[in-house]
């Protein structure tokens, strides 16, 4: 269990929660965390807190404007895909991402989304 509370300190999750929290209200975060719920045998419930510095938070929006330049990429091929993430339940609420089909079922045609998938501008005209 303690490799999982330790896993909160590089979360790029928690990181993510915190850099978009300061944005959103315009007041530093110095902390986040994560709760682990351990059923049995006995009930406990454990918590990591991970510390935020200024220093740390400017160098994961370093990393993570690469990821975000990459993901928006589209003056080129795409560079990866992050198939980890596919059915990462953590990352979709419990279920596999909802863009599943799009890419392993239909290999990532585009042309091909709309048998599975209506754009937000068609929802809209509903």
């Not at 509370?5 to 990181?15: K, V």
């Not at 994560?34 to 049995?40: C, H, K, N, P, S």
């Not at 089909?101 to 509903?126: M, N, Q, V, W």
Request: hydrophobic letters at 40%; proline letters at 6%; aromatic letters at 14%.
């Amino acid at each position: 269990m303690p490799d999982r509370l330790l896993e909160a300190h590089h979360s790029w999750q928690l990181l993510d929660y915190a850099y978009h929290g300061a944005a959103w209200f315009a007041r530093p975060v110095s902390r986040v965390g994560q709760g682990l719920v351990i059923l049995g045998p006995k009930l406990k419930v454990e918590y990591s807190p991970v510390p935020i510095t200024p220093e740390r938070l400017n160098q994961w929006r370093k990393d993570a404007e690469v990821i975000w330049g990459r993901m928006w990429w589209n003056d080129g091929p795409r560079l990866w895909h992050n198939w980890k993430a596919c059915s990462d339940k953590h990352l979709h609420y419990g279920k596999r991402c909802v863009f599943f089909e799009a890419c392993h079922d239909l290999c990532g045609d585009e042309a091909r989304f709309p048998a599975l998938y209506r754009s937000i501008e068609e929802k809209a005209t509903l």
